[in-house]
């Protein structure tokens, strides 16, 4: 069974920085979309960053320039860097990833998968 496991949430002042992992297991295969989310107290998830298959790497709006994704691909390991925080960037930090289910030896589908989440504290 596949696992995203997140690390490196923290609390830290406004204008601090962390840095992110999640490190996916259980698969094979290589992952080509995979992204973070995240979900303010009372807000619905959204789109920090991804590299998503066949579309390059997207941000989430406003957020490019503080945030930035980067993986090593063959490891199935997704890092982001988040720089001059702000207190609404807090939250949880979700790692997501499309697994590829391959059957005979050819991609059938893509399984959706989430991390249990790192909380990301940024006080003023």
């Known amino acids: 069974q596949v696992q995203l496991v997140e690390s490196g949430g923290g609390s830290v002042r406004a204008g601090g920085s962390l840095r992110l992992s999640c490190a996916a297991s259980?698969?094979?295969?290589?992952?080509?979309?995979m992204g973070w989310f995240r979900q303010a107290p009372g807000k619905q998830r959204e789109l920090v960053a991804r590299f998503r298959q066949g579309a390059g790497t997207e941000y989430g709006d406003s957020l490019k320039g503080r945030f930035t994704i980067s993986r090593e691909l063959g490891k199935n390991t997704l890092y982001l860097q988040a720089d001059k925080l702000e207190s609404a960037d807090t939250g949880v930090y979700y790692c997501?990833?499309?697994?590829?289910?391959?059957?005979?030896?050819?991609?059938?589908?893509?399984?959706?998968?989430w991390g249990q989440g790192t909380l990301v504290t940024v006080s003023s």
């Open positions: 259980g698969t094979p295969y290589t992952i080509n979309t």
């Open positions: 997501n990833a499309y697994v590829p289910v391959v059957v005979g030896g050819k991609v059938e589908r893509f399984e959706e998968i």
